[in-house]
Every structure is written in C-alpha cells, then in structure tokens.
C-alpha cells in the first residue's frame, strides 16, 4: 500500500515516476503514510515541493551563535532552517524550510542570516523565493540579535517585492513577528491545522481560544487577506505552490508565455448563462479549464485568480456578487498591482450593480475604490474589460473602465452600462410624470423603456466609444486572445516617480 502511496504522490506532484529511489525507501523505513495527516519534516517539504533529486542545499554547517540559557551549537543543526535552491518544472527556485525540532523554528540572529543570504542571491539570479515555515516566532533566549533578525528578514522581502515572486506557506506556526514575515510574501498558503497570529486569542481583550480561535488558518483566511488558500494537508499545500510558480514569470523582466495546448478558436456554446458565475466564465475561457484562483474564502463578492490565454499567463478579477464591497475592492487592487509589476495582463470582467451598502463598508469603501482606481489607473501592462451584465455608476468606473485605462472593452449583448439602474433612474428622472400618471407602474416601464434605449445598453456604450465592440459571448475566448495577442507589445510611459503615494 506504501508504495501505490508513493507512486500516486509522484504523479501528484511530477517528475519521473520512479525516479529517487532513496525517498521511497525513506518513506518505507519511517512507515510515513501518505494521507491527509501526513506531517512532513522540514526537509521532507522541501523533497516534495521540488522535482526529484533537484535540491542543492547552502549553509547546513551552520548553528547558533549565542551560548546563553543553555543553548549549545551541536543543539541548533542549521540553526532551525534549511536553505537551498532547486528546480520546479523548469525554473529554478529557492527555497527555505523552518525546522521546528529545532528551538520550535525560531528565528535567532544566525537562522535570519541564512534567510537573509537565500533573498541576496535569489534577487541577483532574478528567481522565486518559496518560504515554509514553521516558526514559534522570535528566539528570546537571544535577545535584540534575534529582534534584529527579524527586521533583516523584513527589508531583504521588502527590497525583492515587485522584483521576484514571494510565496510561502504555513505548515506548523506562524506567530509574532513570523506573521508579519508571511505578510510580506505575494501570497500565502496554509494547511487547515496550521496557526497564524500576532498575539494569541488568549491574549485578546474577552476572548480564549475555545471561544473564537484567531489563529485558526479558516479563521485568518476567512476574515483576513493574508492567506489565498487553505488546504486539507501538506501536500495541497505543496501542490498549489507548484501550480502557481508553473503559472508565474520568475521575475519582472521576462515573460509568463509557453505554448498553448488548447484551441485558440474555441468557442463556448452556452456560456452566457454563466453570467452571474465569474468563476464559471474564467473557467471555460482558460486554457485547458485552468483556474488557479487566489483567496477564494475572503471578500467572496469578487474573485482573482491567474488563467492561461493562448499560452500566455493572465491575471483574472470578477465580480461574483452584483455588489462590490471593500474587503473586494481591496482584494482585487492588490492583485492588480502585483500583475502590474510583473509584467502580467489583466482581464477584468464586471457585473456590478453598485457598492455594498452597510455600516462596515461605509467606513472603508471610499478609501477601497480609491486604491481600487489607482491600481487600474496606475498599471501600465494590457488590460481588457469585459462586460457580461450589468455596469452601474462609479462600482463599473473603478473596475478597469475605458475611463480609468483599459485597453480594450468588450460587452455581450445584454450587458447593460449606466449611472445606475434603469428603473431607479427613471423614477427620479421622470417623477413628475410617473406622478401625475393613473397607471404608475406602465409609466415606470415606459420610462424604464426609454432610458434604456437613450443610454443604459451596451449599444449606447459602443455609440460613445466607451465599448470596442459588442461580441457574442460564444466567442468570448478567442476575441479576449486575439485583444491581448494584439496588446502584447505595449508600450506606456508615465511621469518619471518612485511610486504613488495612496
């Protein structure tokens, strides 16, 4: 049973079937059972998550430096981490992996210079930088050269922000300042067991654990933007890293394109009932029905994802719900940005009534769509709209409008772009006649009639120039690729700044 494990582990994950002989004899001695509560150790991730025989590790003579409360050098082997590089697929990767048999993986002054040495040469060599950690959080037994290890931590991940791709993942802990280290990554994975915190539920005002655990990665990834997914075990885990660096470029001066194993002129019969499922469009144009979508649990009235288009990487946001919130808002803009300094397209599709309209949304929602209309605004990279229903007021300008940037706009049919909806607008348009009329509901539908025909449809769009051209959505796949194959050599200077400001 151990070895159909294994070989079905393999074909999970890649590479050649029977290929590392020496894991399948590992995993037979130490009577590891590949099932949803496998717990890995450090350098097991680190086995899985690379191609087979690929990892070079640096820095395993390492130990701690510090000598007080009885910490001794041959009892901190790598001093709590293991760093090295490797291959996945056919990019090179660095990798590091927090060891918590050692001091529970927390991070001292010599653990920290390893961390810090594995950004130095990832950012030279222009490659990904994979975290998996596993850390009780600060190493108190040494003081402020631990407290300084975690800030050289935090400016090495600050400076390689927008240069190479940060991902990491939560296997074990993630407390304290290690939070803020997760943070800092372009995205963040968990398994359900793990725990994420800058200060314990027990330490909350009124709370404990029993009550509302705050650390539980559903909790965190519910209510929070830091996690895009949680998974069932580690090896989800280490399965959707490897989707998405297959998906990523390796850093922001090349390009995420590779040949395309899908028809670029399929079309997709039906797929205008999928208006009001996003997800369910995305789907159906990608190639090959990938989907590899990002924070699913939170801000559920919007998604983001990455799709291939004839090959090509794209970074996808959607209204799933007709109205957009803030946490949506905020969800999608920092998406956008990171497609933006990675040179990677965007498609925008919007069906969007309006913004959320209560008491929470009201204290942020200005401030969401400002940085929602900056981050369009702001990105320089292809960007095509689409259309699929309805486009009301100011929730449509942010959302990758022509007004704000957008390339390319398409619309179905049906979809309908105005100030608001038809039906409100004519009974404050026309409300003397709408008074004054003995069949109120006849005049409503009539004036509902006629604004729409003046200027609520997609016609009316097109007629001003605010649409490219209105398609049939059978043939939304092939006309968003021939948009973004036309755009991919697209140039735009701006004025000359170090960055904005909002």
């Not at 070895?3 to 074909?11: D, E, P, Q, R, T």
């Not at 600050?158 to 407390?175: D, K, R, Y």
């Not at 019969?269 to 499922?277: K, L, Q, R, V, Y």
């Amino acid at each position: 049973m151990l070895v159909l494990n294994a070989i079905i582990y393999k074909a999970k994950f890649g590479g050649p079937l029977f290929a590392g002989p020496l894991f399948y004899f590992i995993l037979f001695m130490e009577g590891i059972k590949m099932s949803d509560k496998l717990t890995l150790s450090a350098r097991e991730r680190i086995a899985s998550l690379l191609d087979d025989s690929s990892f070079v590790e640096i820095g395993s003579r390492v130990t701690a430096r510090a000598t007080d409360f009885n910490i001794t050098p041959a009892g901190t082997p790598g001093d709590g981490v293991v760093t090295g590089y490797g291959v996945i697929g056919d990019k090179l990767v660095y990798v590091y992996s927090q060891d918590a048999s050692v001091l529970g993986g927390s991070i001292g002054e010599m653990h920290a210079k390893k961390i810090a040495a594995l950004y130095d040469m990832a950012t030279k060599v222009g490659a990904p930088v994979v975290g998996l950690i596993d850390c009780a959080g600060l190493r108190l037994q040494e003081g402020t050269d631990a407290l300084t290890a975690f800030g050289r931590i935090y400016k090495k991940s600050a400076v390689a922000s927008g240069v190479i791709p940060q991902i990491t993942a939560v296997f074990g802990n993630c407390g304290g300042g290690a939070a803020v280290l997760a943070s800092l990554a372009d995205f963040t994975f968990a398994t359900k067991s793990a725990k994420l915190f800058v200060n314990s539920p027990n330490a909350l005002s009124e709370n404990y654990q029993e009550k509302l655990d705050t650390a539980s990665a559903d909790y965190v990834g519910s209510n929070t933007s830091l996690i895009d997914e949680v998974c069932e075990s580690e090896l989800d885990t280490i399965t959707e890293i490897r989707n998405l660096i297959s998906i990523l470029p390796s850093n922001n001066e090349v390009e995420a394109v590779g040949p395309c194993t899908d028809e670029l002129n399929r079309t997709i019969p039906g797929i205008e009932s999928f208006a009001g499922d996003s997800r369910a469009i995305l789907q159906n144009i990608a190639d090959d029905n990938l989907f590899v979508e990002l924070k699913k649990s939170y801000a559920e009235d919007v998604v983001t994802g990455f799709i291939k288009m004839g090959g090509a990487t794209v970074g996808a946001v959607a209204n799933q719900a007709r109205l957009l919130s803030s946490k949506g808002a905020a969800k999608i803009s920092r998406f956008v940005s990171f497609c933006d300094s990675f040179g990677i397209p965007v498609l925008s599709i919007t069906n969007v009534k309006g913004f959320e309209a209560t008491v929470d949304d009201e204290k942020h929602i200005a401030v969401a769509a400002g940085h929602l209309a900056l981050a369009f605004a702001d990105a320089t990279v292809p960007k095509v709209s689409l259309v699929t229903g309805d486009a009301f007021g100011t929730a449509y300008t942010v959302m990758n409008s022509r007004s704000i940037g957008a390339d390319i706009v398409f619309a179905w049919p049906q979809a309908r772009i105005a100030t608001m909806d038809s039906e409100m607008a004519a009974k404050i348009i026309c409300e003397s006649e709408i008074a004054e009329a003995s069949d109120k509901v006849a005049a409503i539908k009539e004036a509902k009639k006629k604004i729409d025909e003046a200027g609520a449809s997609a016609e009316a769009a097109a007629r001003r120039g605010y649409v490219d051209d209105i398609i049939e959505p059978d043939a939304t796949r092939k006309r968003l690729i021939a948009a973004f194959e036309m755009l991919a050599t697209k140039v735009e200077e701006r004025p000359v700044k170090k960055h904005y400001t909002f």
